[in-house]
């Protein structure tokens, strides 16, 4: 009867440190990704022109592919991140779940 309580605690013991291990991951992994995205959020360019749709614009057709592939890469790679905190939020929540 000793040994199976000890055995419990012991368990128990080792899976609160899985728990706390994994939580503590996700959520570093987590505010990492999110202040990535705020930086690559910031760095895209406005969709509204603002006061420049007045005037004459005058870019190159090679200055506007350019934009445009770093704008394409800059938004891939918010979805990348956002798709990452989207999933780690999950599996923090099941391993909540699991462990109660």
């Known amino acids: 009867m000793l040994v199976n309580l000890l055995a419990d605690k012991i368990m128990n013991s080792t899976e609160q440190a899985v728990y706390w291990t994994i939580m503590i991951f996700c ?49 891939k790679w918010s979805w990348i991140v956002l798709g990452v905190i989207g999933v780690l939020s999950v599996v923090a929540y099941i391993v909540q779940i699991l462990t109660i």
């Open 27 to 75: 959520l570093v992994v987590i505010f990492l990704a999110a202040l990535f995205a705020i930086i690559l959020v910031l760095f895209q360019k406005s969709n509204s022109d603002g006061i420049q749709g007045i005037t004459a614009s005058s870019e190159t057709f090679y200055g506007k592919n350019r934009g445009r592939s770093i704008e394409s890469k800059l938004k």
